[in-house]
């Protein structure tokens, strides 16, 4: 995300004692005119001291997309310090500071972990992170896996498809909110098609549900084994698996799918007056 | 579960444990638990292999704890064994600044002697600088060998580097140091083990002679003969034996909980108002539950 760190400073200042924000701005001085790794490293360690854990923020911040992310994330003054931080010394000198960034990730606690995680599209050349956003894919805490997973831009910008792919398919299998992912119809590809289907026979086979939201990438790419997966989806006592299959065949360019989707005049309505969407799946 | 009494283990090597023993432990009452960093037995050649174990002790296993309903807290300190390999020990010292403030750790610890060599010394030394500078508390390992003597002078090498005695808990005490710690204004804790050195029928003993005040009990159980259900069962001896039971709740849960909580990380907010246990917050392919159906408390732990 493109923006400048007066912003972030400027929230900071709303929010903080003047005293701590002096600290901090002299601290960023210090740290970048003298290329100080361990006074980066303490003055990340004490921010958390210094500033508070606590998401209701005071005052605006001039930059609409920054405000939105920083809202939806539920960013606390804390976390906000730790971003212009970091921010700070990558855009002061990005060769210098950006193993050293590396390295702090690497010690992160948990919640760290997370803020981290939540916060890599707002630094500087944040594809170089892409290593620790991945590794979140392989946790087994839950906490850790959403950071990244959910509403977060990240995995839209910088995954590669397996990647995008490892992701969804880990949510399902988690049970997370599958409509919590940026960009889901972009990233949807005809391989992860082919792994919903066969995961979703998998689940079938144990007679357990699926999330109907899982079925939303497959849109473009009904052929074959989703064709029966679609008529076993309109077929089915759940009505939002009903709808599921309209709204994918609705979307998709399949004859097939058309086909079934005839049987269903009432969904035709609806589809076509936009009041079934996916959006709307549940309301 | 409004009547059952709560515990604190100040110190237990959850690491080295099973999911069994955190099941017990929640069972018998144990809200929370502080892990100090120590020797896993294997020497640790590499730095690398400090550096995951402090960030397990803040990442993983404070998680798996919470799984049981049971809030993990940790100490983090060179260890006095490992102090021995110098090259190596510069380098952790090195990277503790880096975890003392991270939000589970309540203190440098386990620090100080082991044998009592030039080595512990020097290291022990720089880490109570750190405690003394970052206003830390400090949790100090006693010596198996030449114990009282080395008690003493773990003492007086924390007072010689200026650190207020009621913010250092010294540890694995027995009868014939107890009198100098509390004397000289330290917290005095004592591990019970269960065959040999410091058995809770010694230790309801203790409390009958030196009463309660700075006097905190806890298992140090471990990768050997331990019991991790040290404090609760020791606390029922005592409830058995004629001891107070405002004695029993200071040794057993309040002392360690006032020595600990002094930068703020520990707070009885963490376990007295909690969701209860939900372990389908956790995900069950590769976790602490491997195929079982996940356990949600229908009561909330207060």
Redesign the interface.
């Given at each position: 995300m493109d923006f400048k760190k007066k912003y972030l400073l400027q929230i900071i200042k709303s929010n903080s004692d003047s005293e701590n924000v002096s600290w901090l701005e002299t601290k960023v001085d210090f740290i970048t005119s003298k290329l100080s790794t361990k006074d980066l490293?303490?003055t990340y360690?004490?921010i958390?001291?210094k500033f508070k854990k606590n998401n209701t923020l005071n005052g605006k911040i001039d930059h609409a997309e920054l405000s939105a992310y920083l809202g939806l994330q539920k960013a606390s003054i804390q976390e906000i310090a730790r971003i212009f931080l970091l921010k700070s010394v990558l855009e002061f000198n990005p060769d210098f500071f950006k193993d050293k960034v590396a390295n702090?990730i690497?010690?992160?606690?948990?919640?760290?972990?997370e803020t981290f995680l939540k916060f890599l599209v707002l630094l500087p050349n944040a594809e170089d992170y892409k290593f620790v956003a991945v590794e979140a894919l392989r946790?087994?805490?839950?906490t850790i896996?959403d950071a990244i997973s959910a509403h977060n831009p990240y995995p839209a910008l910088y995954f590669n498809a397996q990647q995008w792919n490892q992701m969804f398919l880990k949510a399902a299998?988690?049970e997370s909110d599958l409509t919590a992912f940026n960009a889901i119809d972009e990233r949807a590809n005809k391989d992860l098609a082919r792994i919903i289907s066969d995961y979703a026979h998998e689940r079938w086979a144990a007679g357990r549900t699926i999330d109907p939201y899982f079925w939303r990438p497959v849109t473009n790419f009904i052929e074959g084994a989703l064709i029966d997966d679609m008529r076993r989806l309109f077929e089915s006592n759940d009505v939002f698996e009903n709808k599921v299959a309209a709204i994918c065949c609705f979307n998709s360019t399949n004859k097939m799918g058309k086909k079934m989707l005839e049987k269903y005049p009432v969904f035709i309505q609806q589809l076509e007056e936009k009041k079934l969407t996916w959006n709307s799946l549940k309301d | 579960m409004k009547d059952k009494m709560m515990f604190i283990d100040p110190h237990i090597h959850m690491t080295s444990r099973t999911t069994d023993d955190y099941e017990a432990m929640a069972e018998a009452g144990i809200v929370a638990i502080i892990e100090p960093s120590f020797w896993l037995g294997q020497p640790r050649t590499q730095v690398g292999s400090f550096?995951d174990y402090?960030?397990s002790l803040?990442?993983?296993e404070?998680?798996r704890a919470s799984q049981f309903g049971i809030k993990h807290y940790c100490t983090i300190g060179l260890n006095s064994k490992e102090a021995n390999n110098e090259a190596l020990a510069e380098q952790v010292i090195e990277?503790l600044?880096?975890?003392?403030?991270?939000?589970?750790v309540v203190a440098i610890g386990e620090i100080g002697y082991d044998d009592q060599t030039p080595a512990e010394d020097k290291y022990f030394r720089m880490q109570l600088d750190l405690a003394k500078e970052l206003d830390m508390t400090v949790q100090v390992h006693t010596p198996h060998r030449d114990k009282k003597a080395g008690t003493i002078k773990s003492m007086e090498v924390c007072l010689e580097h200026g650190l207020a005695p009621e913010n250092v808990i010294i540890d694995h005490n027995n009868e014939e140091t107890v009198k100098e710690v509390l004397d000289r204004g330290f917290i005095a804790a004592f591990t019970i083990y269960p065959k040999t050195k410091m058995g809770n029928e010694r230790m309801v003993e203790v409390v009958r002679k030196y009463g309660s005040t700075n006097i905190i009990i806890d298992s140090s159980a471990d990768w050997g003969v331990s019991d991790p259900l040290a404090v609760p069962k020791t606390a029922g001896l005592m409830l058995r034996s004629g001891i107070d039971k405002d004695d029993v709740i200071k040794t057993c849960y309040k002392n360690a909980f006032d020595a600990f909580s002094k930068n703020g990380k520990m707070k009885e907010s963490h376990w007295l108002q909690t969701d209860g246990i939900n372990q389908s917050?956790?995900?069950?392919?590769?976790?602490v539950l491997r195929g079982q159906n996940p356990k949600i408390s229908s009561d909330k732990i207060v």
């Open positions: 490293y303490i360690s004490l958390g001291t702090i690497q010690l992160a606690d948990t919640s760290e972990l946790t087994n805490i839950a896996f299998f988690i | 550096q402090f960030s803040v990442g993983w404070p998680f990277m600044p880096l975890y003392l403030h991270k939000e589970n917050k956790l995900f069950n392919d590769n976790s």
